[in-house]
């Protein structure tokens, strides 16, 4: 009898603890400090997926590490401001900072609270932390256009919300600042909880204004302006370059909790106002748990298996990243100030697009993942073009940067159209496509002309790159006019995707900058930048995704190609760290995008197992959970998106060409759910630290030979099994006919 009630529980206690492990949910992976530390460059507040609102705390210190306003090396916080971007290499946003402050008077000058990572707590969708230097218990969390605070007060005299609409660069005298530099802010009282105004400022793109309207759950009971630093006679209305403004409220008891909304629009203060009400009342965790179920819906897309948490922590974190932008830009209303300043009315429109980085991997990715997003994404793309002309290459707030080479664009179209993607015109969107690849900026004029960028005639010098990634996207277009049956189209487009073979040399093996003599401009070192966007000639010899097999032959033979692979490997980098930096790659770095196939280019030419290698040990050494765990900016997801993509055991060498290469996967099985009904695994047999190669593989219960899978296996659904072991294998993937990219 014993015996029996022995077993019985001990059965019991498996049964619960199997499910115990089903209900964990997947937000519980996710870290939002991972990427906050060195040059990843993220956010750790609270936002919903692709939400406007990305409410989060800076530190209101001035310089690089402050891109997304938020360091984890600093120890202190300036503000909780309700625009931010993620992973990027440049300071922008900070928009309407907020601020809780007890036992002071007001003051023109910034007050920053001491604080430690040991009272800070971060998830999706919410963010904590006490402020030490007023023992005030912060709380964020949001909605689409809203952002809601909740601050736990403790005994105090008196309470003072600060509203700092002048936050940014142009730092005052004792105290910098993040984001970009206010032109104009404009401030309003509308009763004894409500405030409304905007902010128009200078930054990464150009002009911008965010509207906004502030509501608190509390009456405040006076309103202290200080206007470019000088306190005004109002308590009303003001105007100013920088405008900052205290409400103030009655002595609070410990523990009493004053509630905060903001929501903002870029047409109007009546948008603004709008968005206010999409948090009805005041109930915190109501919002913060529709935040936290809205990125359940949105991680549960993929589901991974692993006995390893550091593992899924990184995974998860990495598939969170990437749905921080494109963000909405419409408002609570519909409408959103477009490219040419003017309102225009429109549902899920999107903004801040670094397609130079994105349209590699994040868009890929977007294209398993968010296939009911993506037309909306495109239209976006296309309602820029109707006002600006051009499509986007590196917008934000509907401004064009115009920072980087390519019109990167194009190939997130192109690959939407040529995989059935419905839900924009084609017609429209072929026409967009062909009218900015005949566009006369960022040097595309000489490229037409010369058939290469002529690094004489650039005055960046950055005419190697500019020339191979217009081919590339060149390329994009005509396979687009050949599925659209515009023979003429294709014939233009296709001949000009090979105008990467002009800045080819094959004297040194690399591609390099030209003249417009056309004349190899001297001295040349392939570890130097001249002729490069983020790069040189070690990184920039290997994209040419539309052609790898004319590439190879431009080497010399499979060969040739594979031991300059093994060169670019084994440079004077013999260790990996954050940056990225292994071989040749510690003179430009794999965090850098135009490096991220790289690893995948040996299955080319009949080496699968040398990809295994050089994927794992990026995935094993420059990735990981820490805050410091993303290889460099994570560049609005594309960082993450590698990684995910490599996780899963598959990488788009062409993000077009309608095929992944297959690496070596970090889970034992890996689920993606596709259009909310088909289901594609990969199972991963077998799989351990040391089996990382792939002896071979079955595709739905067939022998399955080939070293890539197609998009249409996948989006059909169905089943990957993978053979892992800790030796290469001799046959599988090496043939020519199981390698990628034949049928392009």
Not at 711 to 720: A, F, P, S, T, V
Request: aromatic share 14%; charged share 20%; hydrophobic share 35%.
């Amino acid at each position: 009898m014993a015996k029996t009630i022995v077993l019985y529980l001990l059965m019991l206690l498996i049964f619960m603890a199997c499910i115990q492990k089903e209900d964990v949910k997947l937000i519980t992976f996710v870290n939002p400090m991972i990427g906050t530390d060195e040059d990843g460059h993220t956010f750790p507040g609270a936002i919903v997926p692709f939400g406007m609102v990305q409410l989060s705390p800076d530190n209101g210190d001035h310089g690089y590490n402050w891109c997304s306003g938020y360091h984890y090396t600093s120890r202190h916080i300036q503000g909780f401001s309700h625009t931010h971007y993620s992973g990027t290499g440049a300071e922008s946003l900070c928009d309407i900072s907020v601020f809780p402050i007890v036992n002071r008077s007001p003051t023109p000058e910034s007050i920053r609270s001491d604080f430690s990572h040991q009272d800070e707590k971060s998830s999706p969708g919410y963010y904590a932390v006490t402020l030490k230097s007023f023992d005030i218990r912060a709380e964020l969390t949001a909605t689409v256009h809203c952002g809601l605070h909740r601050y736990t007060l403790p005994d105090s005299r008196n309470a003072l919300l600060r509203v700092d609409l002048g936050f940014g660069n142009g730092a005052e005298a004792r105290v910098g600042h993040n984001g970009d530099e206010p032109l104009e802010c404009y401030f309003r009282k509308l009763d004894d909880q409500t405030i409304v105004g905007f902010r128009r400022s200078m930054g990464f793109v150009g002009e911008r204004y965010v509207y906004f309207a502030l509501k608190t759950s509390m009456k405040f009971e006076e309103v202290t302006l200080f206007a470019d630093g000088i306190q005004v006679k109002s308590e009303s209305e003001a105007t100013a370059v920088r405008l900052n403004s205290y409400l103030s409220f009655p002595a609070s008891k410990a523990g009493e909790q004053l509630l905060v909304k903001v929501a903002i629009s870029s047409a109007s203060v009546e948008g603004a106002q709008a968005g206010l009400l999409e948090i009805p009342d005041w109930n915190f965790d109501a919002v913060k748990r529709n935040a936290e179920a809205a990125w359940e819906h949105e991680l549960e897309k993929i589901t991974v298996t692993s006995d390893d948490k550091a593992f899924k922590e990184t995974f998860y974190t990495a598939v969170y990243h990437n749905y921080f932008a494109p963000f909405r830009f419409d408002d609570a209303l519909g409408q959103y100030t477009g490219a040419d300043k003017k309102v225009y009315g429109g549902k899920n429109i999107y903004t801040l697009n670094s397609l130079w980085d994105t349209f590699r991997a994040t868009a890929p990715l977007f294209t398993l993942t968010q296939t009911e997003r993506l037309p909306d994404i495109i239209n976006s793309y296309l309602a820029f073009y109707r006002q600006h002309g051009l499509l986007p290459s590196w917008e934000l707030y509907f401004d064009e940067a115009n920072v980087m080479p390519g019109y990167h664009a194009v190939p997130i179209i192109a690959d939407a159209i040529l995989k059935g993607v419905r839900g924009f015109d084609y017609q429209a969107a072929f026409e967009a496509m062909k009218a900015t690849a005949n566009q006369d900026i960022r040097e595309s004029d000489h490229y037409r002309k010369y058939g290469y960028v002529p690094d004489d005639l650039d005055p960046r010098q950055r005419g190697v790159s500019k020339t191979v990634e217009y081919a590339f996207d060149d390329w994009c277009i005509a396979m687009v006019a050949k599925k659209m049956g515009s023979l003429a189209d294709y014939n233009n487009f296709i001949k000009r995707s090979g105008y990467w073979k002009n800045v080819f040399d094959p004297a040194t093996g690399f591609v390099r900058p030209k003249n417009a003599k056309g004349e190899w401009m001297l001295p040349f070192d392939p570890r130097e930048s001249i002729g490069f966007q983020e790069g040189n000639a070690w990184i920039y010899t290997w994209y040419v995704p539309q052609d790898i097999y004319g590439l190879v032959a431009a080497m010399g033979g499979a060969s040739r190609f594979d031991q300059k692979l093994d060169s670019l490997y084994n440079g004077p980098v013999k260790s990996g760290n954050q940056s990225g930096n292994i071989g040749y790659f510690g003179l430009s770095e794999f965090s850098n995008e135009p490096s991220h196939h790289v690893p995948y280019l040996y299955s080319f030419v009949g080496k699968p197992w040398k990809t295994a290698e050089k994927v794992n040990h990026i995935l094993t050494e420059f990735y990981s959970n820490k805050p410091n765990g993303l290889c460099g900016n994570d560049d609005c997801g594309q960082t993450s998106a590698w990684y995910v993509l490599s996780s899963l055991g598959f990488y788009p060498v062409n993000p077009v060409g309608g095929e992944y290469v297959l690496g070596t996967p970090m889970a034992a099985k890996s689920d993606i759910l596709l259009d909310g009904a088909k289901h594609f695994v990969i199972r991963a047999e077998t799989l351990s630290k040391q089996n990382i190669y792939i002896q071979k593989a079955e595709l739905n219960g067939l022998s399955y030979t080939k070293s890539y899978i197609r998009h249409d296996d996948i989006q059909n659904g169905g089943e990957l099994v993978l053979h892992m072991d800790s030796k290469p294998s001799d046959t599988w993937g090496t043939r020519p006919e199981d390698r990628p990219g034949r049928g392009m």
